[in-house]
């Protein structure tokens, strides 16, 4: 968390600073957040994925390609160091907005505030009281030395995504990565294709059509950057969502809101037999709801798990980057 708790890379590491040859950016920051500081420039930015578990949609969540000689620590080394002509050729990760911090919000009801907003009301929440926490792209509004990012000849492309199991989730609009749907889907691209980056990235649009066509469009969605960013802010993390005509029919609602949901339906349900002493199937489909429902992403992953302590501690460690604090 570098620039959380320095203003610039001398003041953290002193005589050292010209020892350091590349910057990790973590997964709340891109390469267009960070390239507005011109001291950045010269170095090599890498983005890893910072593995917690095997999960599917833990794995390679962020990643760095590179061209180099060997697969050899010499060879990665001649990589990062941009020597001989080798160096990194690809940059990819999450959008920042999705961190639970990238906005300037109140810790308390998550309200966001702009820089301004907050600064006129001395970062106390206008809403309720509480405390309005400095978000990522403000602090980088503080830092940056230009207005728009400014990248240098080599830096290469940032993509933004997200793990393939989690695409294939929303794309069909189910509850949980977990589901026999998405992890059949899952397994049949990565079966095909040898690995989730290959079928993310490079594959011919047609070559993924072993699989239903809302996972193909949502897939195409991603590489153009055609999805709905909703940031997120003051602890609360950010979310995604496919534009509308490419969001799955009658999905059912995911995570909290969705049992919720469920129980509100059942309660009908027996309000209904008591009434009219039956209850036939064609009077349960047309209580169905046709709408996604939309819901945090923070809240969704937490659906996931067996143990939300467990993953709450685990995603708060995978957001540290080198501009939170």
Known sequence: ALYGYHDSLESCYGSMTGYISFVELGLSADSDYADRI?????????????????STNKLAREFT????????????????????GYGATLNVGFFPEEGKYNRSACIKCFTQYTLTE????????????????????DRINELADFEVPRHPAY?????????LAEIIQMALGHASVQTKGVKTAWETLVEHFG?????????????????????VNAILAFRNGDVIIHPGGG??????????????????????????????????????????????????????????????????????????????EEKTAAQKSLFDF
């Open 195 to 215: 690995n989730e980056v290959e079928a993310l990235i490079y594959a011919e649009p047609e070559a993924l059509k072993i699989v239903d066509e809302k996972i």
């Open 155 to 163: 830096r290469p492309p940032y993509l933004h995504l997200m793990p």
């Open 65 to 84: 390609q590179f061209n180099l000689p060997d697969m050899t620590f010499d060879g990665i080394k001649k990589a990062i160091l941009r020597e001989q």
């Open 38 to 54: 011109e001291e950045l420039h010269r170095l090599t930015f890498l983005t890893n994925s910072d593995a917690h578990s095997p």
């Open 235 to 312: 602890g609360k993390y950010g979310w995604l969502e496919l534009p509308e005509h490419l969001k799955a029919d009658k999905a059912e609602p995911a995570g909290k809101a969705g049992e919720v949901k469920k129980r509100a339906r059942k309660e009908t349900k027996k309000e209904r037999e008591k009434t009219e002493n039956q209850f036939s199937f064609s009077d349960f489909e047309g209580k169905k709801e046709a709408d996604t429902l939309k819901i945090d992403s923070g809240e969704a992953k937490k659906a996931e798990s067996g143990n939300p302590e467990e993953e709450s």
């Open 118 to 137: 907050a600064e006129a009301i001395k970062w106390r929440c206008s809403v309720c009281g509480g405390i309005i926490k400095k978000g990522v792209e």
